[in-house]
């Protein structure tokens, strides 16, 4: 009777060593799964839109390239892999780094001066988070903004809030290295005809800053062809003497009804011409072009004698706004305290229910005169040309640069500039222009890169969360009861059967 009492202890001892050893077994495993996989660097991407993972397109790609791509990310990347919410593109550049034809380079740009000065003397403003991909002599520079776009709804009281945000990194990335690695030209054409400003002969300085960007520019002559074209990414028009002509409206309508895109730099003309067929095209971009010069009557906003070379604002777009072409050059401006001037210059302004706008046409101010601390503009537009009489325009903040896209028309762009001489060879280099001239830029890579050259045909991944919505106090304890209370108790009554088993005879 002792004998058989004395087995069951030793029994039940034999289960708990049993269960210890096999626990001790499992939690090993799973320690040494989490460091294989930690040192393979392995990621399972759960998410529906693999927002985590580089796509079978780029992974594909990237593995057919056969020349050396320098991928240079202006942030440190252990600061970068501690933000929730650039994960996608933390993931997306690890992977990147790890092609053969990729050499991968993330430093901060305030951390390493000589990596930072190699990157300027390429003709680049260094920015943090920003990405430049580089091969064979060819390169291209990726905002750091490009690499996510938040889409935003109204609330129930008209605010505006984040509805969802999509990871378009990847499409953007794969685009660059691919327009570098294949050296794909992008033409942009200068308007001839009109006694325009030359490109060979004003802006020579211009075409080959152009060139190290991958913009070959040629000269266009409409009057001679009966098309734009077909390599056209951008068209401009640097200070037409006269009108283009009924045909060339035409051409050009027919441009930007497919996508195209158009600089109009409208230096003031004293001489009694009417640019009725340029205003047409502007007035269905909601856009009016005065014709005056501007004159900045406050001493303190202009410059040495010189009230036509006048102090103005770049006004920075509101969260709202889906473009942003101003606010890292606001930064930077401020950061360097260069105050932007423009000389020379025509105003315009913003019109309505004019031409064929309508709510698919944006339309925004880049520059405008400056507020005085009353919040009025002291600049003045003098009459100046045209064949009607105008009044003086006055006590009004005065536009001087603005830009408008249509999505109606394939995402067709403008932009309007008062001066064309802000550019040119004479002053291209002078302080006073380094935010103008800079400004410009950015208005090509907005008019072209966006779109065309970094477009490798991914779909924007949306960065999705689980969550779950509790709308009442009732459904919130229905939810601890479920989530909490029910595996606790399920817990307490397995340890009491554990504990009765354990102990029982």
């Known amino acids: 009777m002792a004998q058989k009492e004395n087995a069951k202890p030793k029994k039940a001892r034999s289960f708990t060593v049993a269960a210890v050893?096999?626990?001790?077994?499992?939690?090993?495993?799973?320690?040494?799964?989490?460091?294989?996989?930690t040192r393979l660097n392995v990621i399972w991407d759960m998410t529906p839109t693999g927002m985590y993972k580089l796509t079978s397109t780029t992974?594909?790609?990237?593995?057919?390239?056969?020349?050396?791509?320098?991928?240079?990310?202006?942030?440190?990347?252990?600061v970068l892999s501690t933000d929730t919410d650039s994960m996608p593109l933390y993931n997306a550049l690890k992977e990147y780094s790890e092609f053969d034809?990729?050499?991968?380079?993330?430093?901060?740009?305030?951390?390493?001066?000589?990596?930072?000065?190699?990157l300027q003397n390429m003709g680049y403003k260094v920015s943090q988070a920003d990405i430049i991909i580089e091969c064979e002599g060819r390169s291209k520079q990726i905002p750091a903004y490009t690499m996510f776009e938040t889409h935003r709804n109204s609330d129930d009281n008209s605010k505006q809030v984040t509805s969802s945000v999509y990871f378009t990194g990847e499409n953007i990335i794969t685009g660059a290295i691919e327009a570098v690695?294949?050296?794909?030209?992008?033409?942009m054409y200068f308007l001839t005809g009109h006694d325009e400003k030359q490109l060979d002969t004003d802006f020579k300085t211009l075409k080959k800053d152009l060139a190290a960007r991958n913009y070959i520019a040629e000269p266009l002559n409409l009057t001679t062809s009966s098309s734009v074209p077909e390599d056209a990414s951008i068209i401009i028009v640097a200070a037409p003497k006269n009108d283009i002509t009924d045909n060339e409206l035409k051409v050009l309508n027919d441009y930007l009804d497919k996508g195209g895109n158009i600089c109009f730099w409208m230096s003031p003309n004293e001489d009694?011409?009417?640019?009725?067929?340029?205003?047409?095209?502007?007035?269905?971009?909601?856009?009016?072009?005065?014709?005056?010069?501007?004159?900045?009557?406050?001493?303190?906003?202009?410059?040495?004698?010189?009230?036509?070379?006048?102090?103005?604002?770049?006004?920075?777009?509101?969260?709202?706004?889906?473009?942003?072409l101003t606010s890292e050059l606001a930064q930077y401006a401020y950061m360097h305290n260069h105050q932007p001037y423009v000389a020379n210059t025509r105003s315009f302004m913003k019109i309505y229910n004019e031409g064929?706008?309508?709510?698919?046409?944006?339309?925004?101010?880049?520059?405008?005169?400056?507020?005085?601390?009353?919040?009025?503009?002291?600049?003045?537009?003098?009459?100046?040309?045209?064949t009607?009489?105008?009044?003086?325009?006055?006590?009004?903040?005065?536009?001087?640069?603005?830009?408008?896209?249509?999505?109606?028309?394939?995402?067709?762009?403008?932009m309007v500039m008062g001066n064309a001489d802000f550019i040119d060879d004479e002053n291209y280099d002078n302080l006073e222009n380094t935010v103008t001239k800079n400004l410009q830029l950015t208005v090509f890579s907005w008019m072209y890169d966006s779109d065309k050259a970094l477009d490798f045909g991914i779909a924007a991944k949306e960065r999705t969360f689980d969550e779950m919505n509790i709308v009442s106090t009732s459904r919130a304890n229905v939810i601890n009861v479920i989530f909490i209370a029910v595996p606790v108790v399920v817990g307490l009554i397995g340890g009491v059967v554990w504990l009765r088993r354990r102990y029982s005879e």
């Not at 009557?297 to 036509?308: G, I, S």
């Open 21 to 37: 050893v096999f626990g001790t077994i499992a939690l090993a495993v799973v320690v040494l799964l989490n460091l294989m996989v």
């Open 59 to 78: 992974r594909d790609y990237l593995n057919s390239v056969d020349k050396k791509v320098n991928f240079y990310f202006l942030f440190d990347m252990d």
């Open 101 to 118: 034809c990729i050499n991968f380079q993330a430093f901060d740009p305030d951390s390493d001066p000589d990596k930072t000065k190699e």
């Open 181 to 187: 690695v294949t050296g794909r030209e992008v033409k």
């Open 272 to 324: 009694a011409v009417d640019y009725t067929n340029i205003e047409s095209i502007l007035a269905d971009f909601s856009i009016s072009m005065d014709y005056d010069r501007v004159i900045e009557t406050d001493d303190r906003k202009y410059a040495v004698n010189d009230p036509a070379c006048l102090a103005c604002t770049l006004i920075v777009p509101d969260q709202t706004s889906s473009i942003d």
């Open 356 to 386: 064929n706008n309508n709510e698919h046409v944006t339309t925004d101010t880049l520059l405008q005169t400056v507020l005085d601390d009353s919040g009025i503009s002291t600049a003045v537009g003098e009459p100046m040309g045209g």
């Open 388 to 414: 009607k009489p105008r009044n003086r325009i006055e006590e009004e903040v005065l536009d001087l640069a603005m830009y408008s896209t249509d999505s109606s028309r394939a995402g067709a762009k403008i």
